[in-house]
């Protein structure tokens, strides 16, 4: 499978701030580059997506940047929450097709 | 989008036993995908079930171990047979509509 790397591993930031959480992919055959947010005992929902024609996407709180040169897209939780903790996945695929997953972010915000 | 029902949402199973997890789907869809998540980790693919067609698998999942059936358009199964405690994992269907992934609940198996 090709690899998408995502770091931070983890992250904590206080209510308020910003998380910023980065993913890298190799194959540039990839056009689908979604966010997935997964609590506890849930399965994973998706939060937001991008193609790869634009360079930002933003849906309320929650902003992808994409940087096609650098294969690189990252995600923005603007205003963090205490309920935005759980663990976030980037992932990128060919449209329609099997997701390649990153290793995951566990974000906590703390009051 | 597409609404998932997965059972069961949990199990603890003997080793050396099978289990088979349900996933059936509100709409109709060509692809469903099996995932494998182990604790604290990511999302590994397991095999793409098409209907009326054999599954396939990726790298390190063979069908023996995993037996998938996709009987018709709404509905498949996954069966992890000879079960050992390196089984314990979330087990998550999933299926796409347009460009978007949906996923079940997950199956948490634990195997003692």
């Known amino acids: 499978q090709q690899q998408v790397k995502q770091s931070p591993q983890s992250l904590i930031v206080q209510k308020g701030g910003i998380s910023i959480i980065n993913c890298a992919y190799e194959n540039t055959a990839f056009d689908y580059f979604p966010w997935y947010q997964q609590f506890p005992g849930k399965g994973p929902a998706l939060l937001i997506a991008i193609r790869p024609d634009v360079s930002e996407k933003k849906e309320g709180r929650f902003t992808i940047s994409f940087n096609k040169s650098a294969k690189q897209f990252s995600l923005h939780i603007m205003d963090s929450q205490p309920g935005d903790s759980a663990t976030y996945f980037c992932a990128a695929s060919r449209i329609s097709s099997r997701l390649t997953f990153g290793e995951g972010t566990q974000l906590t915000v703390n009051p | 989008s597409a609404v998932i029902s997965q059972k069961p949402s949990r199990d603890i199973c003997q080793r050396g036993t099978s289990l088979t997890i349900q996933c059936q789907v509100d709409s109709q869809v060509t692809m469903m995908f099996w995932y494998r998540q182990q604790p604290g980790q990511s999302l590994t693919l397991i095999a793409t079930?098409?209907?009326?067609?054999?599954?396939?698998?990726e790298s390190g999942f063979v069908i023996d171990k995993f037996p998938i059936s996709r009987p018709n358009l709404t509905f498949s199964t996954l069966t992890v047979s000879n079960m050992s405690p390196e089984d314990s994992s979330i087990y998550l269907c999933?299926?796409?509509?347009?460009?978007?992934?949906?996923f079940g609940q997950g199956t948490r198996l634990t195997v003692v």
């Open positions: 079930a098409n209907q009326g067609s054999e599954a396939t698998y």
């Open positions: 999933s299926v796409v509509q347009g460009p978007e992934a949906f």
